[in-house]
């Protein structure tokens, strides 16, 4: 069960990470954070791993890598809503 919230919560810093330049111990903080606050995302990533797990254990890695970008698609597409609340909570505008 703490490998599982391991795994979640370097999701969701990897998504943080990718789009904005926080120092890491807030990024952990925040990623802790958005672990409930935004429990679409990390359902997602949940299953995600759950996919890539079973395409793993059914067929082969190499199987796996010629899905990676309907993994990533469907992983940025899902994201946006996590980064957009990042942005609004967490960022202020350079006009301000």
Excluded: M, Y
Aim: charged share 15%; aromatic share 8%; net charge positive.
């Amino acid at each position: 069960l703490l490998l599982v919230w391991l795994v979640l919560l370097c999701g969701h810093a990897l998504l943080v990470t990718s789009a904005f330049n926080f120092r890491t111990r807030d990024v952990l903080r925040l990623s802790a954070h958005l672990l409930l606050d935004q429990w679409r995302t990390t359902l997602l990533l949940g299953s995600l791993l759950v996919v890539a797990g079973a395409v793993v254990h059914l067929a082969s890695e190499a199987v796996l890598v010629l899905f990676v970008w309907a993994f990533v698609s469907v992983l940025e597409l899902s994201s946006r809503p996590l980064i957009d609340s990042v942005r609004k909570r967490f960022t202020t505008s350079a006009g301000q």
